[in-house]
């Protein structure tokens, strides 16, 4: 019964800003590193930030300076807080949460994705 849903995304123009959520249910958040990615039509999925059970976080360096990812345990919710945005930041943004207490079990969950076009 494992849900990861991620919300926020719609139409914003070329230099603005918009902020994704990510709310997973069924697991036990705090040990769950959390993972935000992106695919655009006729291109591969690929990475944006994630950010460790520590609170660590690393980007993608297409984003790095724009971008900030973070996670509120007490919600079992992950951010994505998105600036200076442009064109080319448009695609289908999905949220991943994986099991980073016991990475053997290779416990890796996706949500749907939540469309963000950058258009003026």
């Known amino acids: 019964q494992v849900q990861v849903v991620e919300s926020g995304g719609g139409l914003v123009q070329p230099g603005g800003s918009l902020r994704l959520s990510c709310a997973a249910s069924g697991i036990i958040f705090s040990i769950y590193s959390m993972g935000w990615y992106r695919q655009a039509p006729g291109k591969q999925r690929e990475f944006i930030a994630r950010i460790s059970m520590d609170n660590l976080d690393i980007y993608a360096d297409s984003v790095k300076g724009r971008f900030t990812i973070s996670r509120d345990n007490a919600k079992s919710t992950a951010y994505l807080e998105m600036s200076s945005l442009n064109p080319e930041d448009t695609a289908v943004y999905y949220c991943?949460?994986?099991?980073?207490?016991?990475?053997?079990?290779?416990?890796?969950?996706w949500g749907q994705g939540t469309q963000v076009t950058v258009s003026s």
């Open positions: 991943n949460a994986r099991d980073d207490y016991d990475r053997l079990a290779e416990r890796d969950y």
